[in-house]
């Protein structure tokens, strides 16, 4: 193990500029004109892991290409670890919101500023070095190691589950690692015990066959704009509950003992109102703010489209109106059934003067973890080992759609251990990563390998 960790101390400042080549390439899925970014980034993921001793592969899907790296010499019985992570990136508008720019690595103040620093390239690249470390450091690897990278997570994983199913001999393995979320704290490491799921929808509403003046025919003519606010008004009591009538018939009530582990959390309210600014916070009444973003469901306007919005007034009466609605899921619940409540809660509440249309985007299962077994126990050993203190037992708010999927098809647990900070600004101007946690990330996974080979 020696020959590990020293290898990480002597290559630590290889490692970091690498990081930043990666960073460098501007992997946004979601956009057709960063294709050849997203093509970029995949051959130079597979270079690199080449050159840390693995087999690589980039494989075609109907979408972005999935890279695949795999090792497979250790000892006869040793356990075999599928690394999960995406090396595409949410898009950096606003840009002037930067302090510097998105796809140009800067550090200030040992943190390393670039979109993608946490979600995900940062904590995919860690795990690369964590296995050059032992492969280039002491020769082998403990465990046989096959790797998955995608380019389309941030789009909602479209052409993953597939690839799963095709391939789910060649990814057959005892246990599933994945850094792609948050640490609990600063400092603190964490295990997640869940993610919740997404069910993510656009709402059309289309009233006259173009736009009208707003003076001769508003009045007689029903306006687009007022009947999307009433549904929208429509999907959420005044108290913070859903209020689309089933919804919560599906909501699994977590174990007592979760509830309790969840409140034993430190969770500083004060620090929370600070970092996001509001006046104040608010969610459904009867949980703490923890149980609010972990085990209960969300309804959310992500955007809205209607009329008039330049400069100064126009007095139009608009021919359509849209809006983007999303809904976070917790267990037991499912992306086809909400479409299904979503859709008779529409034909409810839509009057007849105007056309209403729901267009699914994505969706994707919640996931819960049974957080116990001999990997879990690795793991969280491998964490003190690196921060000096053990992690605790987290929930998260946000969603990895293939998750769930890799529990039921490969039958193996899946360890989440996040390395990105509190705060990290993923999907925000001026993502980070402390450049410290990229480097006890990479001594935990690695002390991990030692761990579980051992
Ligand atoms: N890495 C995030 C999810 C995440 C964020 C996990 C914070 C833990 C902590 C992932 O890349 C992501 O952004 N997921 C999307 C869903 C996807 C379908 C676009 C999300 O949660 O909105
Ligand atoms: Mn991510
Ligand atoms: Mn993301």
């Known amino acids: 193990?020696?020959?590990?960790?020293?290898?990480?101390?002597?290559?630590?400042?290889?490692?970091?500029?690498?990081?930043?080549?990666?960073?460098?390439?501007?992997?946004?899925?979601?956009?057709?004109?960063?294709?050849?970014?997203?093509?970029?980034?995949?051959?130079w993921l597979e270079a690199r892991m080449r050159e840390a001793g693995l087999e690589t592969e980039v494989m075609e899907t109907q979408g972005h290409p999935v890279v695949l790296g795999e090792w497979r010499g250790a000892p006869s019985g040793a356990p075999t670890v599928l690394?999960?992570?995406?090396?595409?990136?949410?898009?950096?508008?606003?840009?002037?919101?930067?302090?510097?720019?998105?796809?140009?690595?800067?550090?200030?103040?040992?943190?390393?500023?670039?979109?993608?620093?946490?979600?995900?390239?940062?904590?995919?690249?860690?795990?690369i070095k964590a296995l050059e470390a032992h492969l280039k450091g002491a020769g082998s690897l403990p465990v046989n190691v096959v790797v998955l990278a995608e380019g389309e997570e941030e789009i909602g994983s479209p052409n993953l589950l597939p690839f799963v199913e095709a391939y789910h001999q060649r990814l057959a393995c005892d246990a599933v690692v994945i850094s792609d979320g948050s640490m609990f704290a600063p400092d603190l490491p964490s295990l997640l015990f869940s993610l919740r799921g997404l069910a993510y929808f656009?709402?059309?509403?289309?009233?006259?066959?173009?736009?009208?003046?707003?003076?001769?025919?508003?009045?007689?003519?029903?306006?687009?704009?007022?009947?999307?606010a009433r549904i929208l008004a429509s999907l959420k009591d005044e108290t913070g509950r859903i209020a689309i009538p089933g919804f919560y018939d599906d909501v699994m009530e977590w174990d007592p003992a979760t509830r309790d582990a969840i409140r034993s959390l430190p969770f500083d309210q004060e620090g929370f109102l600070k970092e996001v600014g509001a006046p104040?916070?608010?969610?459904?009444?009867?949980?703490?703010?923890?149980?609010?973003?972990?085990?209960?469901?969300?309804?959310?306007v992500n955007g809205f489209l209607c009329g008039y919005t330049g400069e100064g007034a126009k007095t139009v009466l608009p021919s359509r109106a849209m809006a983007k609605v999303s809904f976070?899921?917790?267990?037991?619940?499912?992306?086809?059934?909400?479409?299904?409540?979503?859709?008779e809660h529409l034909a409810q509440v839509s009057p007849p003067e105007v056309e209403v249309r729901l267009v699914e985007l994505y969706g994707g299962r919640p996931w819960k973890a049974d957080p116990e077994g001999e990997f879990f126990e690795a793991a969280k050993k491998a964490l003190e080992d690196a921060f000096g203190t053990p992690p605790v037992l987290a929930g998260e708010g946000g969603s990895i759609p293939i998750v769930v999927d890799f529990q039921?098809?490969?039958?193996?647990?899946?360890?989440?251990?996040?390395f990105a900070p509190p705060g990290a600004n993923m999907h925000a101007p001026n993502e980070w990563i402390p450049l410290a946690y990229f480097e006890k990330g990479i001594r935990a996974v690695a002390s991990f390998y030692t761990e579980i080979g051992g």
């Not at 595409?88 to 993608?116: C, I, K, M």
């Not at 459904?284 to 959310?300: K, M, Y």
């Not at 039921?408 to 996040?418: D, K, R, S, Y």
Request: proline fraction near 7%; charged fraction near 25%.
């Open 1 to 43: 193990m020696s020959d590990v960790q020293g290898y990480i101390d002597r290559e630590m400042h290889r490692f970091q500029e690498e990081l930043f080549e990666f960073l460098r390439i501007p992997s946004v899925s979601t956009s057709s004109e960063h294709t050849s970014d997203i093509r970029a980034a995949a051959n």
């Open 83 to 127: 690394i999960y992570g995406h090396y595409d990136v949410q898009p950096a508008e606003p840009l002037e919101e930067w302090h510097s720019p998105a796809f140009e690595p800067t550090v200030r103040d040992g943190n390393l500023y670039a979109r993608g620093a946490s979600d995900d390239k940062g904590q995919l690249y860690l795990h």
């Open 202 to 228: 656009e709402i059309h509403v289309k009233g006259p066959r173009g736009d009208l003046h707003s003076g001769t025919y508003g009045g007689a003519v029903v306006n687009p704009g007022n009947v999307l």
């Open 280 to 300: 104040s916070l608010g969610g459904e009444p009867g949980f703490s703010h923890l149980e609010r973003v972990w085990i209960r469901p969300t309804c959310d």
């Open 328 to 343: 976070r899921l917790v267990p037991r619940q499912t992306p086809d059934r909400v479409r299904e409540l979503m859709e």
């Open 408 to 418: 039921e098809i490969l039958e193996a647990p899946v360890l989440l251990m996040g």
